[in-house]
């Protein structure tokens, strides 16, 4: 079973716009959720992450929003540009042990100029 | 500095074909991972090595075998391969929690088809 689920699957935004895609999760004992980007024949890379003693977390045209009661987060791309168009990925793992990461199905953004 | 290096890039076996997926990492790097990327199911873990000489399973290990006996490498063998096992593998290293660091870094990926 999917242990982190993501929505939409695919999303399209305009140039400028805001891009917004969500995850939730069950296991209360995740407490490490990053974000990972993925272009076409590459493999992911970390874009930005989160621990669950913060609400949100910003870096640059990237935040992360985390709301631990709903066990629910998200990623918001401001002032979106036709180079974030990728596959995201959240993820979800437990630091203590291995912190073996446990992916989200993906969201296929793709903006438009 | 090369980061995760996986070898080769694409490769096709037949049914019942054993080969092995070759990852490296120069980053001195504690922990190593294998995942599976197939379409619509994102990715999965198959197995992990928080150190030289140690491995466990993930959670699709079955026809999967792994080792590690450097810090630096950790191959994946299919063992007898299947259809089933046609898709994008990735290895993926961590420096693991001493450092306070817990981030992934992936190789590019391994295409396998089996026919």
């Known amino acids: 079973q999917q242990q982190v689920k993501q929505s939409p699957q695919s999303l399209i935004v305009q140039k400028g716009g805001i891009s917004i895609i969500n995850c939730a999760y069950e296991n209360t004992a995740f407490d490490y959720f990053p974000w990972y980007q993925q272009f076409p024949g590459k493999g992911p890379a970390l874009l930005i992450a989160?621990?669950?003693?913060?609400s949100e977390k910003k870096e640059g045209r990237f935040t992360i929003s985390f709301n631990k009661s709903a066990k629910q987060f998200s990623l918001h791309i401001m002032d979106s540009q036709p180079g974030d168009s990728a596959t995201y990925f959240c993820?979800?793992?437990?630091?203590?042990?291995?912190?073996?990461?446990?992916f989200g199905t993906g969201t296929r953004l793709t903006v438009i100029p | 500095n090369a980061g995760v290096t996986q070898t080769p890039k694409f490769q096709v076996l037949k049914t019942g074909q054993s080969m092995t997926l070759q990852c490296a990492q120069d980053?001195?790097?504690?922990?190593m991972s294998w995942y599976r990327q197939d379409p619509g199911m994102g990715l999965r873990l198959i197995h992990y090595?928080?150190?030289?000489?140690?491995?466990d399973q993930g959670e699709v290990p079955n026809g999967y075998n792994v080792s590690r006996s450097t810090t630096e490498d950790f191959p994946l063998r299919l063992l007898s391969a299947a259809p089933s096992q046609t898709s994008v593998y990735f290895c993926?290293?961590?420096?693991?929690?001493?450092?306070?660091?817990?981030?992934?870094?992936f190789g590019s990926g391994t295409r396998l088809t089996v026919v």
């Open positions: 993926a290293s961590s420096p693991g929690q001493g450092l306070g660091n817990y981030g992934y870094t």
């Open positions: 989160i621990r669950p003693d913060v």
């Open positions: 980053m001195n790097h504690e922990y």
């Open positions: 993820a979800a793992s437990i630091r203590a042990g291995a912190n073996n990461l446990f």
């Open positions: 090595s928080v150190g030289a000489g140690i491995t």
